[in-house]
């Protein structure tokens, strides 16, 4: 798994694994019932702590990514991409809301706030 993390960044190690591991099962990289690196292989592979792996593991499940068969592994869950989708989408909209009525309390313009987000998703 082609997982690169950075030590410089604001966001802790578990959340960039998460956050990558979305991103492969949702691009379709990983597929249904694919198996998922051991939580210890995976923390060697990093070099990163296997308690940070372990955290990112149940970020996952708890998130309705993948599934867990005790003594056998982590693997992704199946057919609920547009569930997860929609998940996202409704977060992502509450977020927004936050965002927006604290950019109306600062009297930011919408075309401002249009122009920052815009910036913000090209840098991704």
Do not use: W
Request: aromatic content about 6%; hydrophobic content about 35%; charged content about 25%.
């Amino acid at each position: 798994m082609n997982i690169i993390l950075s030590q410089n960044g604001s966001k802790p190690i578990y959340e960039q694994i998460v956050e990558q591991i979305k991103k492969l099962i949702l691009s379709g990289n990983l597929n249904a019932d694919d198996a998922l690196p051991s939580m210890r292989l995976l923390a060697k592979e990093l070099r990163v702590s296997l308690i940070t792996t372990k955290r990112a593991y149940e970020e996952l499940e708890r998130s309705g990514y993948i599934y867990t068969i005790a003594g056998k592994g982590c693997f992704v869950r199946s057919g609920n991409h547009e569930t997860i989708y929609n998940e996202q989408l409704t977060q992502i909209t509450k977020e927004l809301s936050d965002v927006v009525s604290r950019a109306k309390l600062n009297n930011i313009s919408l075309d401002e706030l249009k122009n920052l987000l815009v910036k913000l998703y090209e840098q991704e």
